[in-house]
C-alpha cells in the first residue's frame, strides 16, 4: 500500500457556526459565544471534527462582522475574549478544533487604521489603503451623477470598477479630497497589501491567534487581495461586476499568500481554506498545489452558478443533476493529483441546500436532504456542514423586501430594479429562493416560541417549520437526517478510502443518476465503494456499468430502507442513495 499523505484537515468534518443565529444565552434575541459553549456537547454528539466560527471580531456589523474595526477584540453583542478561550478549552477537550474566520481584503471604515488614513493625505497610515484622485468625466464613460459627490466637485472615480454590493467600487471623501476604493461596501474600504507594514501588521496578527490556540483560518475573499499596476478600467464588456477580470488573482497575490506561509504559517499544523471567486482549476493548482502558496484547500464556486444566468447572482435557471454532477466531477478530476477538494452546497452566503438542490414541495425533504449529505461526505475532499443543514433546514418564505437584513441583497435588489434587469413582480420570487439571509434564520433547537434559540424576540425571524424541523425531534428520531449524518461522518472516520480513495465517475451520460466508485489500496488489496444517487422525485432505474453487475456487495448506509447482496439492477426511489461496499 502506497503511503497516505495523511493530514488532519482531510479527514476533518468541518461545522460552520454563524454566531449571530446559533444559541442566544442572555435574550437579547442575538446568538453569542456563550450560547455556543452551551452547545459544545452537541457538536460533539453529532461527531464533527473542526469548528469554523465566522466572524466575532468588534465591528459596527454593517456586513454582519465581515467588516472588522479591532482584530484583537470580540465584539460586545457575542461576548468577551474570556468567553472565547472558554470555547476554545471547551472544543479542544473534546477534541474540536476550532479555525477563525479572517477578512484581510478590507476593514471596517472605523478601524483604526482607516479613522487615522482619512485624516489627511499626509497620515501614517495613508498607504494602507486605496486613496485616488478622481478623473474628469470626458471620455471615461461615467457619469458624475451616478456617484454621491459634494455639488462643486465635478470628476468620476479612479477607475470603472464596480463593488460587489452593487454601485461603484470608489467613495468620494470629503475630508481630503480623494476617492477611496471598497470592493464591498463604502464603510469597508479595501487594504493596500502592497504597504509592507500593512503586511506586517495582518501577519502579526495573525501570529497571535495562533498563539492563542487556534487551528487555521478561513480566509474570505482573500484572491482579491492584489490590485494591478495602475487600477486599469475593466476591459471584459460581459461582466457583471466591472472591473473583476482586473482584481481577481491580481498579479502579486501568489507572493502575498507565500510570504504569508512563509511567515506565518510555515511548521505549524494549521488549516487554512481560502473562499476564491472566479477561479479556474489551473488557478487553484497554483493557490494550493505541491508547488503553491500552502494553502490547505480553496472554496470555489462554479457548481454554485449553476442557477444563474449570464446576468449574475440576480437572475435565474433552472439547472439539472446533470450539471451538477460534471462540474463537481470536473474539480474532483482536476485536482486529483495534485490539491485538495473542499466540498459544501451551502453556507452563510448562500440559500439553503435542500431547498436549492433537493426536494421541499413533492414531500421528500428528509430524502433529499439525505442524498445532498451523502454527495458531500462521500466525494473527495472535506466535507463543510452549515448550521441547521444537518437538519435538513430549509429556505424562509419571506413576504417582503422589507424583512431582509442583508446588505448585500437589498443593495443589489434595489440596482437590478433600478436598471430595469428585475421586473417587480419577479422581485420577492428571487429574493426568497437566492438571499443570504435563507441561511441566517435562527438555528431550531426545538418546536417552542422561538425554536428554543433566544427568550427574547431573535434578530430575524425563525422559519415557522420549527414545529417539525428542530434538532430536539431530530436527536429522538433515529431515521433523522441529524442521525443519518452522524452514520456519515461515523463511515468517514472508519473507512480511510471514503477519504482518500481515488473519484471514478460512472455512467457520465445519465441525466438523473450520480455514479462513482471510490477506490483505495490497501495492503489486503482494494477498497472500494460504489455510490449511487438518484437526482429527482421519479423513480429511476439503475443499471449498473457492466464491469460490476454481479459484484458480491452489502449496502453501508443508505436513505431507504434497502438490502443487497450484489450489484444488480434495480428501480431507485425518489432521491435514493446507496453506498455499496464492495471489499
Partial sequence: ??????????EAVVYQIYPRSFNDSDGDGLGDIPGIVEKVDYLDSLGVDCVWLNPVYESPGVDNGYDISDYRAIMDEFGTMADWKELRDALHERGIRLIMDLVVNHTSDEHAWFVNSRSSKDAEYREYYWWREGRTPEGTGLDPDDYDTPADVDEVPPNNWDSFFGGPAWTYDDQTGEWYLHLF??????????TADLREELFEMMEWWLDNGIDGFRMDVINLISKPDGLPDGEDPTAIVKGVDKFTNGPRVHDYLSELHDRVLEGTDSMTVGEMAELSIEEAKRYVGEDGDGMSMVFTFDHMRLDMTDAGRWSYRESSPRELKETMTHWQDGLADEGWNSLFLNNHDEPRQVSRFGDVGEGYRRESAKLLATVLHTLRGTPYIYQGEELGMTNYPFDSLDEIRDVDTIKNVRAAQKS????????????????????????????????????????????????????????????????????????????????YGEYD???????????????????????????VLNFGNDETEFEPPADLVGESAEILISNYDTDVNAVEQTTLRPWEARVYDLA
Fill in 420 to 499: 430595469g434587469q428585475l421586473d417587480e413582480d419577479d422581485v420577492m420570487d428571487l429574493v426568497r429562493y437566492r438571499t443570504r439571509d435563507n441561511a441566517r434564520t435562527p438555528m431550531q433547537w426545538d418546536d417552542s416560541e422561538h425554536a428554543g434559540f433566544t427568550d427574547g424576540t431573535p434578530w430575524m425571524p425563525v422559519n415557522p417549520n420549527k414545529d417539525t424541523i428542530n434538532a430536539e425531534d431530530a436527536r429522538n428520531d433515529p431515521d433523522s437526517v441529524w442521525h443519518y449524518y452522524r452514520d456519515l461522518i461515523d463511515l468517514r472516520t472508519e473507512r480511510d478510502v471514503v477519504v
Fill in 185 to 194: 461596501d463604502e464603510r469597508m474600504p479595501d487594504v493596500n497589501w502592497e
Fill in 1 to 10: 500500500m502506497t503511503a497516505l499523505d495523511r493530514a488532519w484537515w482531510k
Fill in 505 to 531: 465517475l460512472r455512467l457520465p451520460e445519465h441525466e438523473s443518476l450520480w455514479v462513482y466508485t471510490r477506490t483505495l489500496e490497501t495492503d489486503d488489496g482494494e477498497d472500494t465503494l460504489l455510490v
